[in-house]
């Protein structure tokens, strides 16, 4: 055993769990879909039975009937002692087997990689000789490729020096980074809602607090909870996605950005401004100025989205005393990023225009593709117009997320409930949609969820259906 979540702690995290009936079934796969999500870890254990049913207000013998499901399925095992504990999971394990041998993954929102990739490998493949002569990993990062970004920033018109500029192993390493070093237990973080879960999860991990600023597709940012926020809790860090925000595909207007930049400023927030998905542009009418124009700000980047998911290089830029704190906290986390990953990505910035370009035009395909299935197979759901980006986040006409997800993964479709995106619990009725996948695979995963989701509608108790069309 590694870790203990009380019941009070998985009560909140399950959300909207009483999906369908059999209630023990539903709870049974609530748990099981933190597991595959990794919100609850491997080797964590799980509140005693009477604990549990209290929290939920359920019989102890649905409890004891859940959680001996989620043992018939490999999910948790009992230790005499310390009582029932998760077991780590099958590398792509569906909670429920899939019936058929063909799988559609879209939990990963991440585009396959651009075409001309494999010939920009080959060509710094042929310089092999003079990478291996090195020690083969840098932990500030090559010289060339901190030129090109900064002169990439220059151009957007934030000017900046290659001392500015340090390259990570992708985004997420950075986020990690940059967490550690800023900040300590307690510490409150402004973030989004819904937002990037592996942010929430790095941030948690450093010990700090978040405080959650609503987005919605069609309203943008809470801007009164976003000032009320910054001048109430005086965060440390705020987290933002100011361009395609995942999962909402939202992008702040000129408007949204001077507010909430007035206002972090105000309370001496030092702003992550995260830049991964700027680049996906399909067909914005107008692309806005950077968040926050001079002002200092740590920008991350990375070529994850734009150029393919398995080449690990994101990169901070910051402020040269920050660049310095961060690279000497590094080698705890890891020694450097690779030498010749980041010969691939300074051979590529050069690029980055003409892959943009290829990149707006397959993620158009997908996008127009699943909207249009959607809205034509499943009408009740509420589906989003996206000008860029990675996701659509649609909202359903019953906040049954989880069980639609659970039901899905059976038929061979992978897929996040929304409730993965919440920053403290919610968004039952929403369900992140990627479009990065191609077309003819988008409008089968569709296929799929109109199959199940009569089912999963039917199935659950009426009174929270009806609460919600009540609401509706």
Same mark, same amino acid.
């Given at each position: 055993?590694?870790?203990? #979540?009380?019941?009070?702690? %998985? ?118 000789? *003079? %990478? ?27 000017? *900046? ?5 340090? #390259? ?13 070093? !800023? ?13 990037? &879960? ?36 005086? &965060? ?51 692309? &806005? ?33 920050? #660049? ?27 690029? !980055? ?84 996948? &191609? ?34």
């Amino acid at each position: 055993m590694d870790s203990r #979540i009380s019941a009070r702690a %998985l009560a909140a995290s399950l959300g909207g769990w009483r999906s369908k009936e059999p209630v023990y079934e539903a709870l049974a796969d609530g748990i099981r879909l933190l597991c595959l999500d990794n919100r609850i870890a491997p080797r964590t254990a799980l509140p005693a039975e009477r604990e549990l049913s209290a929290e939920l207000r359920l019989s102890r013998t649905t409890v004891a009937a859940a959680y001996r499901s989620l043992r018939d399925t490999g999910h948790i095992e009992s230790v005499r002692g310390s009582g029932s504990i998760t077991l780590p999971l099958r590398r792509t394990d569906p909670g429920h087997r899939a019936t058929g041998d063909e799988t559609i993954d879209l939990q990963q929102a991440s585009p396959p990689a651009w075409p001309g990739l494999a010939g920009v490998i080959t060509e710094v493949a042929a310089g092999a000789a *003079t %990478l291996v002569s090195t020690v083969g990993y840098d932990i500030v990062g090559r010289p060339g490729l901190r030129d090109a970004i900064a002169a990439r920033y220059t151009a957007r018109g934030i000017p *900046t020096s290659p001392d500015e500029v340090m #390259i990570t192993t992708g985004a997420q390493s950075a986020i990690h980074l940059i967490a550690s070093v !800023l900040l300590g237990r307690a510490d409150r973080v402004l973030i989004e809602t819904p937002t990037y &879960p592996h942010a929430a999860d790095a941030f948690r991990r450093a010990g700090a607090r978040m405080v959650g600023v609503p987005v919605t597709t069609s309203d943008g940012w809470d801007l009164d909870r976003a000032e009320q926020a910054f001048a109430r809790t005086l &965060p440390v860090l705020a987290y933002l996605m100011p361009d395609f925000q995942n999962p909402t595909g939202r992008t702040m207007t000129a408007q949204e950005r001077a507010i909430i930049a007035a206002a972090a400023d105000r309370s001496g927030t030092l702003v992550v401004v995260d830049e991964t998905t700027s680049d996906l542009d399909i067909d914005r009418a107008v692309e &806005p100025e950077p968040f926050g124009g001079g002002q200092a700000l740590i920008r991350l980047g990375s070529l994850g989205k734009t150029v393919w998911g398995g080449l690990r290089i994101g990169w901070i830029r910051a402020e040269v005393e920050l #660049i310095r704190r961060l690279v000497s906290a590094r080698a705890v986390h890891d020694l450097g990023t690779p030498e010749i990953e980041q010969a691939v990505a300074e051979a590529l910035l050069p690029r !980055l225009d003409e892959i943009a370009h290829q990149r707006a035009h397959l993620l158009r395909q997908g996008r127009d593709a699943v909207s249009a299935a959607l809205r034509e197979r499943l009408p009740q759901w509420r589906v989003p117009t996206a000008d860029g980006g990675v996701s659509l986040w649609v909202e359903l006409d019953a906040p049954l997320s989880s069980g639609l997800v659970m039901a899905a993964r059976a038929r061979g479709l992978y897929l996040s409930a929304g409730s993965r995106f919440a920053v403290e619990g919610g968004y039952d009725r929403h369900l992140r949609v990627p479009f990065t996948a &191609p077309a003819t695979t988008l409008v089968s995963a569709v296929s799929i969820l109109e199959q199940v989701w009569p089912t999963v509608h039917d199935g659950a108790p009426r009174a929270l259906v009806d609460s919600f069309d009540a609401v509706v």
